[in-house]
């Protein structure tokens, strides 16, 4: 028999692994230690954790989990409607964490050969799921203070089936201007273009209404705006995500969509987590603050160039070190630390890495630990 690899779709062949953060089971594994010896500044997640009315909703979902969950998430996308006021349930979708949609998005709307215009650097399974399509990604380099160019996306634009955005972007934390945004989402409209835009992380953003684009939904049939319950609210482990759209796309993306894929917990834990505001407020302050205490010591240290953050990660270009980012990642995993080398992403030489904000004590961790590299030199 031939090998399998032979047998398989020659786009899937072609598919590399896509690198992330987070990978505190593969550094046990690999060190022989305990997950507890590390503390991870390479996934950027609510460092307060879960809700308390999300843990008391999967403790009360015990007694049904000889059930199928809802397949449509109906309470859930009535939530999330409910949430973001002047929504409707129709306008709503629920994945397998952001990726199961990630993924889907381009299942969908992309036929073979068709291209998509991603920015570069940013999140890697945009590419991943093009690839997986069928599709062909076209690369757009951001600026050099790692901005978005409207002006050149426009003109990137024709022939594009999908425009890409992250904002905040990941791995820069950089928020795109507004305005820049919305003259991207007013060009594609007018070429029949997609607008996928990837606001994951802005729930982390001090002015969140203002810069994301929920409220333009009505203006731009071709957006869909893709949020996850796994960074602001800490449901990492659960895998909850959603797309807000116009009711075409929802429903073309729904047909297609996994029957099942988000399990009962995971739906009750998300609804629960939207409504405890308490502890989404004290997130949010507790970000706030250690963002604001982190920026002022990465500042200090020799060797570090420290990128403006609008998110709860920061983006570190630490070529003056005198460690590249794989060894500066080596240094810290010596002292328990995990940072997140950005060489995998699309456009960055192996001189970035970007780093979690989380409480004070981990932060002063991470701080202590860069400044004993730091003077090995």
Same mark, same amino acid.
């Given at each position: 028999m031939r090998r399998a690899e032979d047998l398989a779709r020659e786009e899937i062949r072609r598919l590399k692994p896509c690198v992330h953060g987070g990978e505190v089971w593969d550094v046990a594994v690999e060190t022989g230690r305990s997950l507890r010896d590390f503390v991870d500044f390479s996934s950027s997640v609510n460092p307060l954790g879960t809700s308390p009315k999300a843990l008391e909703s999967i403790r009360d979902g015990f007694g049904r989990l000889t059930f199928y969950p809802d397949s449509n998430s109906t309470a859930l996308r009535e939530a999330i409607a409910c949430h973001y006021g002047g929504l409707d349930r129709r306008n709503?979708?629920?994945?397998?964490?952001?990726?199961?949609?990630?993924?889907?998005?381009?299942?969908?709307?992309?036929?073979?050969?068709?291209?998509?215009?991603?920015?570069? =650097?940013?999140?890697?399974?945009?590419?991943?799921?093009?690839?997986?399509?069928?599709?062909?990604?076209?690369?757009?380099?951001?600026?050099?203070?790692?901005?978005?160019?409207?002006?050149?996306?426009?003109?990137? $634009?024709?022939?594009?089936?999908?425009?890409?955005?992250?904002?905040?972007?990941?791995?820069?934390? $950089?928020?795109?201007?507004?305005?820049s945004l919305l003259e991207i989402a007013e060009a594609a409209l007018a070429e029949d273009v997609l607008v996928f835009l990837d606001e994951d992380f802005?729930?982390?953003?001090?002015?969140?209404?203002?810069?994301?684009?929920?409220?333009?939904?009505?203006?731009?049939?071709?957006?869909?705006?893709?949020r996850t319950f796994t960074k602001f609210y800490?449901?990492?482990?659960?895998?909850?995500?959603?797309?807000?759209?116009?009711?075409?796309?929802?429903?073309?993306?729904?047909?297609?969509? $996994?029957?099942?894929?988000?399990?009962?917990?995971?739906?009750?834990?998300?609804?629960?987590?939207?409504?405890?505001?308490?502890?989404?407020?004290?997130?949010?302050a507790t970000i706030r603050a250690e963002r604001?205490?982190?920026?002022?010591?990465?500042?200090?240290?020799?060797?570090?160039?420290?990128? =403006?953050?609008?998110?709860?990660?920061?983006?570190?270009?630490?070529?003056?070190?005198?460690?590249?980012?794989?060894?500066?990642?080596?240094?810290m995993l010596k002292r328990g630390v995990l940072v997140r080398d950005c060489s995998s992403f699309q456009g960055l030489d192996g001189f970035y890495v970007r780093v979690a904000v989380r409480m004070r004590k981990e932060n002063e961790r991470l701080l202590s630990a860069f400044r004993e590299v730091l003077n090995s030199v």
């Open positions: 709503v979708i629920v994945g397998n964490g952001s990726t199961e949609l990630i993924y889907l998005f381009p299942e969908v709307f992309l036929k073979p050969g068709e291209t998509a215009l991603i920015p570069s =650097p940013s999140f890697g399974e945009y590419e991943s799921a093009v690839r997986k399509a069928g599709g062909e990604p076209k690369f757009i380099p951001l600026n050099s203070d790692f901005q978005v160019d409207a002006e050149a996306f426009k003109r990137e $634009m024709h022939g594009v089936k999908v425009v890409y955005l992250c904002n905040p972007n990941n791995p820069t934390g $950089m928020l795109i201007q507004h305005s802005i729930e982390f953003v001090d002015d969140e209404k203002e810069q994301s684009l929920v409220g333009n939904l009505g203006r731009f049939p071709n957006l869909i705006i893709l800490g449901l990492t482990g659960l895998r909850v995500g959603f797309g807000l759209a116009d009711t075409g796309i929802i429903d073309i993306l729904s047909r297609v969509k $996994m029957p099942w894929s988000v399990n009962s917990l995971g739906q009750a834990a998300a609804a629960a987590a939207l409504s405890d505001e308490a502890h989404n407020t004290k997130t949010r604001k205490f982190l920026l002022s010591e990465l500042a200090q240290l020799k060797g570090f160039r420290v990128y =403006p953050a609008d998110a709860n990660y920061f983006f570190l270009d630490v070529r003056g070190s005198g460690f590249s980012a794989a060894q500066l990642r080596e240094q």
